[in-house]
């Protein structure tokens, strides 16, 4: 007798945005340039897949031997090695704004369109990024994850919150840099979710700046987004011609200003996501299909970053 899947928690975050709808479909909001789209040859993509996958491959074997080097040192090969992860899958990446001083701790905020999100982070501001617990036993990359420095936070766990928080908390007080999606899921790049504040109490605790970036694509064919499988996403990247992401690095906000963490929350999401941004205030709203972070697989990518409640 088959299982019904069990219903997703109500505070878990879901994005209206669907493989069906939006950039995920159409990876050009304009009809005239929809169609006039045409997606790279596949001898050209199945050759971009093939460097992406190995590029991760080569960070996976060499991790063992840079995970024990210096901070400094472990996060300039971290940002090498994930620049060419994005650029193996044919992805241009551009950096705008002033990037801030090393070793200042800070909690990273960014709005959330795809897995390329992660290494396009890291390829700019590495740090400890924020992962759901179930990330950890993963064959390869949950032992990849732990090394890395991941912080993994229990989704389901409510009660286990205020720990995680410190834990995050406690990374900022060592001079850290935590890197976090606090929309909670993935959306298509046009539209956006509500920052969950739940993770800026460890910026208050601590007095620690915020650095908001946003982070865009064009074309968007990068989003994944609902039901999308990480197969056809990957796909859909290596085929979509001149793919650039750029990673806007935004004015900091510091936490002194705003020591309330909804306060803080609002402050970086006016910040990340302006016009024409539709933040939706209500994540339910409009009744969304079961985000990607929300779908019960046995594949890993079915989720690619921690949901956060408020």
Same mark, same amino acid.
């Given at each position: ?8 928690? #109500? ?42 996958? /190995? ?15 210096? &901070? ?15 650029? *193996? ?83 900022? *007080? ?92 609002? &402050? ?16 339910? /709203?409009?009744? #969304? ?16 970053? /921690?949901?956060?409640?408020?």
């Amino acid at each position: 007798m088959n299982r019904a899947a069990p219903a997703p928690s #109500p505070w878990l975050p879901t994005a209206p945005c669907t493989p069906g709808r939006h950039c995920a479909a159409h990876p050009d909001p304009v009809p005239a340039a929809r169609a006039a789209f045409r997606p790279a040859p596949a001898v050209l993509a199945c050759a971009r897949l093939a460097a992406g996958l /190995a590029t991760v491959l080569l960070g996976v074997v060499l991790l063992p031997v840079v995970g024990p080097l210096p &901070a400094a040192a472990r996060y300039a090969l971290v940002r090498l090695w994930t620049r060419a992860v994005v650029r *193996a899958f044919g992805v241009r990446l551009i950096v705008t704004g002033v990037l801030p001083g090393s070793g200042r701790p800070a909690l990273v905020v960014a709005n959330h369109v795809s897995w390329l999100d992660v290494p396009v982070v890291a390829a700019v501001l590495p740090g400890r990024m924020i992962a759901k617990r179930e990330v950890r036993g993963w064959p390869v990359l949950g032992p990849l994850a732990a090394l890395g420095g991941t912080l993994f936070i229990d989704r389901d766990g409510l009660r286990r919150l205020p720990g995680t928080v410190r834990e995050v908390a406690g990374a900022l *007080a060592g001079g850290g840099r935590v890197i976090v999606f606090p929309e909670g899921s993935t959306w298509c790049g046009r539209d956006g979710g509500r920052f969950r504040p739940a993770l800026f109490q460890a910026a208050v605790d601590t007095g620690s700046d915020i650095q908001p970036v946003r982070i865009g694509y064009r074309p968007e064919g990068a989003a994944y987004v609902g039901e999308d499988p990480l197969g056809a996403s990957l796909w859909r990247v290596v085929r979509t011609p001149g793919l650039t992401v750029e990673i806007r690095i935004l004015d900091p906000i510091s936490a002194i200003q705003y020591p309330d963490r909804r306060l803080l929350a609002a &402050a970086a999401q006016q910040a990340v996501l302006p016009a024409p941004y539709r933040a939706v205030a209500s994540d339910s /709203a409009k009744r #969304p299909s079961v985000s990607v972070h929300q779908r019960v697989s046995s594949n890993p990518a079915s989720a690619n970053s /921690a949901r956060t409640p408020s």
